[in-house]
């Protein structure tokens, strides 16, 4: 083999330019923006979910009769990830993760006159699309500083299981309260077939 | 000059990896996120604010005395680089843009049985920080399907200018509504002087 100068330095090129380009793409690929996971099912509380892509808010829902209505807003947001590949096809990857924030409200405040605008945190709630759960869904409140939250059990899950299995319009979320995803099922015919 | 094989390989791999190194590092740098213009100052509609980071939302919001209360919700948005700028500095930077989306709402469908929850689009408006514009903040409304919108003059701008100089927490902002953004305000001590 022969071992000249240049041979030197197109080994020692390659070397620097294959290592800066390396470097270059992988700084370019976002860290995961899926669940993060304590003791393997507690989920960790996302920091940064404020900065995830909104789906949309409503204000006093409840699901059930009797209820009385409230002044709390509920923020929806999902992982920009799943957010993504759900534009492509109306459907959700493993590792979706939504979180759903409450906050209460005010009014004649400041130069506002009527209606409601936002205030301080009330609660946060997660929904996870994850295969190493189960039926593939989890659900978790998480209590006020936590930085992490147990997958809801008991008979609370179960109701969550089942009303996010009857009711929801995409697998088993509330799509039909997100009217920019709510076109894309449509379009994407991934509406659930007993959803009107 | 030598021209040897392994030169020509030397000069070969030296371009090739130096043409993958820019072109990772440019597909790093993300597009401009600030106000795109038609005409000088015809502020073209951003297609992917939902994309952006939400500030937060309210509920028949009206700043007038006596105004009927409405189940109008209102979203706002802005670009996202401007954000990072707040968030490290409290400040808005020059070629901020702020969306604000107003969709209808309804109750009483689907599962739900009180409160309310977010429909169809009935509009967009605008609020852009740029240098361009003589007191540096201009105004829009887009009409539905328009690509672009003038900045908006006359006696509706002076009243928009008035209230958003007399009434606002940051600069020309309302961040007052927007409770992470205040939380970040009062830490970076930016919030306007007379404001309580």
Known sequence: MMRTPLRRIAVFLTIVYAAALVAALRAQQPASDGPRYANGTNLM???????????????????????????????????????RAFMQTGQWPDKTIFVLEFRNSDSEKFINRSGRFQ??????????????????????????????????????????????????????????????????ARAKKTLKPGFR
């Open 119 to 184: 205030t301080e945190l009330s609660g946060v709630e997660a929904e996870v699309k994850d295969a190493r759960f189960p039926d593939g869904w989890a659900y978790f409140q998480f209590k006020s500083g936590a930085a992490s939250a147990a997958p809801l059990a008991g008979s609370t899950v179960t109701e969550c299981i089942d009303c996010h299995t009857k009711n929801t319009a995409v697998e088993h979320t509330f799509v039909q309260f997100y009217p920019t995803l709510l076109d894309v």
């Open 45 to 83: 509380r996302p920091a940064d979910y404020r900065e995830w892509i909104y789906l949309s808010s409503g204000m006093g829902m409840t699901y059930k009769d009797g209820a009385a209505g409230s002044t709390t807003f509920s923020n929806a947001f999902v992982n920009p990830s799943s957010y």
